[in-house]
Nanobody, 127 residues
């Protein structure tokens, strides 16, 4: 079956960096648009970033543009989220997602229909 397994979360001070990874299995990875979402305590889940199957197209939440970078390695079936200049407001559980049909931008709009989700990794940014 399809599995998405996130890793790389942890505690970091404001201004620091983290790189999240999401290893996929059970699917033809390059056929899927991949995305990262997050959910902070008491808040709704929000789209963070998405990347097309070949990595040619990306899309970001406005508040993370210039700080976060999504990338993928199709040879390793892995998608990454490099997070720099972290702020306390970035504290959340970060989830990896995969969808066969949506575009990277579409992931942010139609997230309820996404094919597969990981279980999440916690990122805590201290002030």
């Amino acid at each position: 079956q399809v599995q998405l397994v996130e890793s790389g979360g942890g505690l970091v001070q404001a201004g620091g960096s983290l790189r999240l990874s999401c290893a996929a299995s059970g699917l033809t990875f390059s056929n899927y648009v991949m995305g990262w979402f997050r959910q902070a305590p008491g808040k709704e889940r929000e789209f963070v970033a998405g990347i097309s199957g070949r990595g040619w197209s990306t899309y970001y939440l406005e508040s993370v543009k210039g700080r976060f970078t999504i990338s993928r390695d199709n040879a390793k079936d892995t998608v990454y989220l490099q997070m720099n200049s972290l702020i306390p407001e970035d504290t959340a559980v970060y989830y990896c997602a995969a969808d066969r049909l949506l575009s990277p931008q579409g992931m942010g709009v139609y997230s309820n229909g996404i094919d597969y989700w990981g279980k999440g990794t916690l990122v805590t940014v201290s002030s």
